[in-house]
């Protein structure tokens, strides 16, 4: 009995020693997906530092993802998000508006033809990539990601409603709706004024190649005959949430489904911004009092992950090309969640619309 009671003691020993061992081997650059191991060596000593304390933090806490040198790591974290907050008041008119919206024969036409058929609440994953509805990946220079959010939303809508069978040939101008819409300017704006301006105006939205973003505020331009794209309607992913509360993970589902990718905000922190890789998890979404700092757009889920997949606007140096998986309830994201439907275009188009990664 003695001799078993060692040998088990021994066993234990044993199993606890490599534990401890595998918790304290240091970080290894084989970790990082190629394109980060070449980065590494660009990054500044400053930067290798707080690489350093991330990743120990990291690997403390057991999250789920890796960090490294992205093509914001260097920027100050103000200059590459923008999501202003706005009072209470404004937010509670716009709750009450848009809580018992009613859609347009028209646009509920739109929306029971258009509905994603292969997009199901009740799936275990859809990413709106694999059906060919989201465009390439954008990279602001200011401030305007709410721009971006807005933007990238309407895009996939009107990719989906027009039956676009490039979405890469679908780009257009956030530097339009930072100048037109009066939402905002490149220190900072909300989503869900570019739609109301949208919407109020019945405005099209030009092409990037027409008025490219270049990371300062501009007049509005001269809207050339080229553009096209119009909004049909928006509103709220969850009416019950309001605007200043975080949308449930079945509605944001089912708004995806609806209607397509949906704009959202969340909090953007140092180690999400130095995002590579895996399923971001660092901080428990804050439900009673949520703050938010930056605009996304949420193209798709997967329930193994527990996590939405995210369409960023930080180039595709960041995360996985530009995408990253989120954890559900993380980071406060679907904090404002809107989602939109943009109009069918009855016009045949002389030109393509030109793309690229701004």
Not at 36 to 58: D, F, H, P
Not at 120 to 149: E, F, M
Not at 257 to 284: K, R
Request: glycine share 6%; with cysteine; charged share 20%.
């Amino acid at each position: 009995m003695r001799q078993c009671m060692y040998r088990l003691t021994i066993v234990c020993c044993l199993l606890l020693s490599a534990l401890l061992t595998q918790a304290q081997q240091p970080f290894r650059l084989e970790q990082l997906p190629r394109v980060y191991q070449q980065r590494e060596a660009q990054a500044s000593v400053n930067l290798k530092n707080v690489l350093t304390v991330q990743r120990k933090l990291i690997a403390d806490r057991k999250l789920t993802f890796t960090v490294a040198n992205t093509s914001v790591s260097e920027q100050k974290l103000e200059a590459i998000t923008g999501v202003l907050p706005i009072s209470r008041a404004e937010a509670d008119k716009l709750n009450l508006q848009l809580r018992d919206q009613r859609l347009s024969p028209e646009v509920l036409e739109w929306v029971q033809k258009f509905r994603i058929a292969s997009c199901w609440t009740s799936s275990k994953t859809y990413d709106a990539r694999a059906h060919h509805l989201v465009p390439a990946i954008r990279s602001q220079h200011c401030g305007n990601c709410w721009s971006y959010s807005a933007c990238g939303a309407l895009e996939c809508s009107y990719i989906k409603v027009n039956a676009i069978s490039n979405p890469t040939t679908v780009n257009l101008s956030e530097r339009q709706l930072v100048a037109c819409s009066g939402a905002g300017t490149c220190s900072g704006g909300w989503p869900f004024k570019v739609f109301e301006w949208l919407k109020a105006s019945g405005a099209k939205v030009m092409n990037d190649a027409d008025a490219p973003d270049n990371g300062t505020d501009h007049p509005c331009p001269a809207t050339p005959a080229s553009a096209h794209v119009r909004l049909a309607d928006w509103g709220l992913v969850d009416p019950s949430a309001g605007l200043y509360k975080i949308a449930s993970v079945a509605k944001i589902k089912e708004a995806i489904c609806t209607y397509g990718s949906v704009s959202v905000c969340l909090m953007a922190t140092p180690l999400f911004q130095n995002y590579a890789d895996g399923v971001f998890d660092e901080t428990p979404s804050n439900y009673a009092n949520p703050s938010i700092n930056h605009a996304v757009v949420l193209v798709g889920w997967d329930d193994n992950k527990g996590a939405w997949l995210l369409r960023n606007s930080w180039n595709t140096n960041w995360g996985m090309d530009g995408y990253c998986w989120i954890k559900y309830n993380t980071n406060n994201v679907g904090f404002g969640s809107i989602w939109c439907i943009a109009k069918k275009n009855m016009l045949k188009l002389a030109t393509p619309i030109r793309a690229a990664v701004k």
